[in-house]
Every structure is written in structure tokens, then in C-alpha cells.
């Protein structure tokens, strides 16, 4: 029991001063001229303490579960390259029930789908609230595997996730925050 309150007492630690040091309110500053300190804190080009791999990952984690309420709330559209298919997933968080439409632009074809876990963000969040997953920070982003799916990767930017796609390189997509409202229709119009 007390190892949990440690647990959840670092980690709210953590996510506080993260968000402090991206609002600007936790500036990290060093007035001391210990050489000891600035051998082993590496500065980035602006002066400024590079974050370390835990911060990284604290970053990144942060980024998808801003990327996941934007999700949620605002809706998103996917654009995934697989094999020789391209297609559209979108959705409309106005909807009472959750559908999200499929179109394969190969074959002119949209289909409704209810699985949230279809979209990448969605499939980002969820894995990283799970402990048998393994998330990895990357140059760009994450890297997530688990038994469940495929590794995949996230890449973020400006605090969302952007883009992503298979670590064996099957798919690829591109994320807009909003719905796709032409793609939508078609599911509409079919039902």
C-alpha cells in the first residue's frame, strides 16, 4: 500500500513539474558554479537543462494524453497508407454512440466501425495506461509494443501526436483533430 502512494505520489511529482517547466512557472535555473553539476546535468543550445529520460518520457506521455482528450473531444481524422490501400478514418465526438467511419479510397467503400482501438491515438493512450506494454521514447516520439497488436510508433510534435505508423513499416498515417465530416456522410447516406 505504501509502495502505490509512493508510486502515485512521484509520478503526480513528476506531471506537476513537467507542467510547470512547460508553462514557464518551474524554470529550471543553477546559481551555483559547481563544476561537478555542470558535468553532469547536459544543457541544451539555449542554456537551458536538457530533460532527462525520465522528463522525456514524462513529456511524452503527457503529449498522449493531451492528444487523446483533444480525441475525445474534438474528434479526428486518419489518413493511413497500408500496402496499396489508402483510407480514411474518421470521427465525430457529437455523436451520442461512438462511430467512426472507414473508407478505403481504393475501392470507394466506407464502412461504420465502433472499435476506438482503430485509431492511432487512441490505441497510444490505451497502451500506455496498460503495464504489460512496453512505450519506448524515441528522436520523434514512441515506440509501443505489446501482445495485443503490432509495435507501432507515435511521432510528436508542439505536445500532440502528429502522425504515426507499424514499426515493420505496413502502415503509415498522418492525424488531423477533427472530423472529416464528406467521409462521415457516407455512413450516414448507407445507413
Partial sequence: MLKSQIKVFATSALVVSVFLALTGCGAVTDTTSSS???ETVPESSSGTVAPSGADEMGLALLAVEASYELFQ???MTETVLSGEDKYILSYDPANPVFVAALYNLTFDDAIPVEEKELFTVYAAWLFSQDGSSEVLV???GLSISNDVSSPF???IE?????SGG???GS???TFSYEP???ILALIADAG
Avoid: Y
Avoid at 508542439?158 to 502528429?162: N, T
Fill in 73 to 75: 473531444n474534438a474528434g
Fill in 158 to 162: 508542439d505536445g500532440l501526436i502528429v
Fill in 153 to 155: 510508433e507515435v511521432v
Fill in 180 to 182: 472529416d465530416f464528406e
Fill in 171 to 173: 502502415w503509415s498515417g
Fill in 166 to 168: 507499424a514499426l515493420d
Fill in 36 to 38: 561537478a553539476a555542470s
Fill in 138 to 140: 524515441t528522436p520523434t
